[in-house]
């Protein structure tokens, strides 16, 4: 994401934000797929390989992998390979004991007999309570259960796998008893070559039913049953007569397969898992994200191109000593404005982590946008993100080295560490005690010991170097010259007006840039925490170029007023005035758990606010850093306008 062009530039964004639009949205990202991600075609009668994927529930956020639970297996359990990003959201994909044959439709096929014992009929009691859902892969299309709509002619809403089972009563009983999804009707949907006669895979539904089966005489693997049969083609249509789940049950666990001809193109096939529905409200939310940049674009022009204007011909203009002792407001601060301020080290390194996230968050999301991060790459994005993430720490070291220049600093290997260690270590440590916490719970979501070592390598074994030889690189650099000199003696601060309290102003500072994108936050944590894809980047990197804008706009705006009341305290209140944005999105992740989740499990809970604390401490590096390079060069430019004695 952009960076010190930030504050030089505002208007110029605010100018090409149309041609933006344009760009981004009349183009249809769908299409467009990861390199190496090539379709595959089947001919008539060739196997397709069904695949299962984790166990995963919006109530418990703990996935675990399908195996589990005491399903069907095949001879032998083979793990899929998957990559970073997999293994971190918890995915475990293997083998399955379900076989299709390219368009050969298959009517009540006979998986496996399981007799049920206390134990396992538990597990899938606490399963259902927990409504977990089952995920499948085929040709790596996900599982979807298509719900219709109440409107007849739209298309029907997809539900990322399908669950466990369900609770009911028997007709005439109030007692709540459990019953398993033990048949499952498969719709394998296909494009069709005319011309080779192969056919590509464009979808993958499944409608699952509870059916107590029935059959004649003693089970065995020949065994007739009497509640479906594939020679007679009566196949299950209603859970009329559902599988409870109990001590000493057996459950017969059956599957159809049917085959459908689509106009769907291989290209176009997550077209349908992607549909939005809602672009009026993300419009919505681009027009009330610009509504506030218009309104500090006006106020930002109106103060440079009429306040300071006026103020730097007037300041020019005075031509006698006394005239010049009687100056007031900003001019007034010249000789402390760009005074070191306290801890500023500590600043150095949270700007420095700052520019690692901007770099990192510009280019995920440019990749993002031209469709290299696909859905289909499962993990893509968060592999992404943590590699850039790594490779980035060149430019934190390198902004952390010379802003620590320009505050006199010698000492830049401390600093260099300092970048290296605070943020990612308190990142980190929280991480282990989440994960220690999932370990507890035995889901596939805790990461496993070789993927850990690889992150603690990606953070030391590159991202420290990188970091070092940035920061080395950046003090090497000449230092950063001030307009204006600083006098030794600091000037003492007048009693400031209560609106001008640094925690109010603060506090007033983070509600827009938090307001530009509050709209789009809310799909954001849907998709993470509901288990619905997020796939529209388009939306989502105007909705960011125009929270650049609005931290760097409304950090300007309160730096003026600031210096005007002759406070020269600027620099941690730049950062802490667009940073504190991070306290209002934590708040609303807050006011999200309550509201739209339907969490209980205080392990789950402590997963939940754990990860959202990740996440606005991040918000607030990044914020805040936009903040302080607005500031930064907006009074660079204005102590550089005015002639000094």
């Not at 990003?85 to 096929?109: A, H, T, W």
């Not at 790459?377 to 390198?398: C, E």
């Not at 999200?592 to 789950?604: A, G, N, Q, R």
């Amino acid at each position: 994401m952009g960076r010190a062009a930030v504050g030089s530039h505002a208007m110029r964004a605010v100018f090409l934000f149309p041609a933006l639009c344009i760009l981004l949205l009349s183009h249809n990202a769908f299409s467009f797929y990861l390199p190496g991600v090539a379709p595959q075609d089947f001919q008539k009668g060739d196997a397709l390989n069904v695949k299962v994927n984790k166990l995963t529930s919006i109530k418990t956020q703990l996935p675990y992998t399908y195996y589990s639970l005491p399903y069907c297996h095949p001879n032998k359990i083979v793990d899929s390979s998957e990559n970073l990003g997999e293994v971190l959201r918890g995915d475990r994909i293997e083998n399955s004991p379900y076989v299709f044959k390219m368009r050969e439709p298959q009517v009540c096929s006979v998986v496996c007999r399981v007799t049920l014992d206390p134990k396992k009929a538990k597990a899938f009691k606490e399963k259902i309570e927990d409504e977990y859902r089952v995920n499948m892969i085929l040709d790596n299309l996900p599982l979807v259960v298509p719900i219709p709509r109440s409107e007849q002619e739209s298309p029907p809403i997809y539900q990322l796998g399908h669950h466990v089972g369900l609770k009911g009563q028997y007709a005439g009983s109030k007692d709540e008893k459990y019953f398993i999804y033990n048949h499952l009707s498969f719709t394998v949907k296909f494009h069709k070559d005319e011309l080779t006669d192969s056919a590509r895979i464009v979808g993958f539904e499944v409608v699952p039913f509870s059916v107590k089966h029935e059959y004649d005489g003693k089970w065995n693997e020949n065994a007739h049953l009497t509640t479906c049969d594939s020679q007679a083609k009566r196949t299950v249509s209603s859970s009329n007569s559902p599988q409870e789940v109990d001590d000493t049950q057996e459950i017969i666990f059956t599957y159809d397969v049917a085959f459908q001809e689509s106009e769907v193109k291989w290209a176009s096939r997550w077209d349908t898992y992607l549909l939005m529905t809602d672009d009026q409200i993300h419009w919505f939310s681009i027009v009330n994200s610009l509504m506030i940049v218009l309104f500090l674009s006006g106020m930002v022009a109106m103060i440079m191109l009429r306040t300071l204007y006026r103020d730097i011909s007037k300041y020019n203009q005075l031509e006698t000593q006394e005239e010049a002792q009687e100056e007031t407001g900003w001019k007034l601060v010249h000789t402390d404005v760009f005074r070191p301020p306290s801890n500023s080290d500590l600043l150095c390194v949270y700007v420095g982590t700052g520019v690692q996230f901007l770099g990192m968050m510009l280019v995920t999301m440019v990749f993002a946008v031209l469709g290299f991060l696909s859905p289909s790459n499962r993990g893509g994005l968060m592999t992404a993100m943590l590699f850039l993430w790594v490779f980035m720490g060149l430019f934190a070291g390198y902004s952390a080295a010379r802003l620590y220049k320009m505050f006199k600093g010698t000492e830049w290997k401390k600093i260099a560490l300092q970048t290296a260690f605070l943020f990612p270590g308190l990142v980190f440590g929280v991480f282990l005690v989440l994960n220690a916490l999932i370990w507890g719970q035995r889901s596939s979501g805790a990461v496993p010991f070789g993927t850990m070592f690889a992150l603690v390598f990606l953070w030391f074994g590159i991202s420290v170097p990188l970091i070092v030889v940035g920061s080395y690189v950046g003090f090497k650099k000449p230092a950063i010259e001030n307009p204006v000199k600083t006098n030794k003696i600091p000037r003492q601060i007048p009693e400031q007006p209560w609106y001008m309290n640094p925690v109010f102003s603060m506090l007033i500072g983070g509600i827009l840039p938090f307001g530009a994108v509050f709209i789009e936050l809310f799909f954001i944590l849907t998709s993470i925490w509901l288990n619905q894809f997020y796939y529209i980047f388009g939306f989502l990197f105007i909705v960011f170029i125009i929270l650049i804008i609005t931290c760097a706009e409304i950090t300007i705006v309160l730096c003026y007023f600031q210096l005007c009341s002759e406070d020269y305290l600027w620099w941690w209140r730049s950062y802490l005035t667009s940073g504190s944005s991070a306290l209002y999105l934590f708040l609303y992740a807050t006011f999200y758990f309550f509201t739209k989740l339907e969490i209980t499990k205080p392990v789950s809970g402590a997963l939940y606010f754990g990860y959202m604390l990740i996440a606005s401490y991040a918000f607030f590096v990044l914020t805040g850093t936009i903040g302080f390079y607005a500031c930064f060069i907006f009074t660079s430019l204005i102590y550089s306008s005015v002639k000094i004695d």
